[in-house]
């Protein structure tokens, strides 16, 4: 395909169970980003990787969270014991390293819900 | 208090009218900002990015920039019907903060036929 694409496109657990989110960047695209959107709101900064190393993972809200890159493409975002407050919408974006310094592309996303 | 503030909305306008879409924010570091379209239940759509103070057209969006006060906007002209979406404002610094965005959190816009 030619977008960035997330799978699953929604995911409903419950409270306690880990989840996992796929990330899938356009080819060639070396940098990407995950962002949450809650109801209503603007996007929350996760985590930024460049390659398959984050220089920067300073919007992770806790140890729960978890992000892994490889091969300089595909991602997954792991979330462990997922809580209530979890629930949101979870963005993945990529772009090329020297294009523009910005999110260019964004996925559909992941609606999270726990249950 | 949020680094990004954005008017809330939402705005309704008839079709052809001109937008104005606003954002303010307090961190001089910010460098690069842009502007994203989100329907419901999609993701954002690049719509534009300046890095300097000034106005940037594309179309019938033009961005403007004010450093000095922290100011920036989106103007649609002739709005459209199509253009009904969300609008969310962002921004990011250089170096070190070169990976995250900081965004508002959104203006609905309602473009009535």
């Known amino acids: 395909g030619a977008g960035v694409s997330q799978s699953p496109s929604n995911k409903v657990t419950e409270k306690g169970k880990d989840v996992e989110l796929r990330c899938d960047p356009i080819s060639g695209h070396t940098a990407l980003y995950w962002y949450r959107q809650s109801l209503g709101q603007g996007l929350e900064f996760l985590i930024y990787f460049q390659g398959n190393s984050a220089p920067d993972k300073s919007g992770l809200p806790s140890d729960r969270f978890s992000a892994e890159r490889t091969g300089g493409s595909v991602s997954t975002l792991t979330i462990q014991r997922t809580q209530q407050e979890d629930s949101a919408v979870y963005l993945c974006a990529s772009s090329l390293a020297q294009d523009r310094n910005t999110e260019a592309f964004f996925g559909q996303g992941t609606r999270l819900t726990v249950v | 208090q949020k680094e990004v503030e954005q008017d809330p909305g939402p705005l309704s306008v008839p079709e052809g009218a001109i937008v104005s879409l606003n954002c303010t924010y307090s961190?001089?570091?910010?460098?690069?900002f842009m502007w994203y379209r989100q329907y419901s239940r999609k993701g954002p759509e690049l719509l534009m990015y300046?890095?300097?103070?000034g106005n940037k057209e594309d179309g019938r969006f033009t961005a403007q920039v004010d450093k000095s006060s922290k100011y920036i906007s989106l103007f649609i002209r002739d709005s459209q019907p199509s253009d009904s979406a969300t609008y969310l404002c962002?921004?990011?610094?250089?170096?070190?903060?070169?990976?995250?965005?900081?965004f508002g959190d959104g203006t609905t816009l309602t473009v009535k036929p």
């Open positions: 962002a921004m990011k610094g250089r170096g070190a903060n070169a990976g995250k965005s900081t």
């Open positions: 961190n001089s570091a910010f460098q690069y």
């Open positions: 300046t890095y300097s103070s």
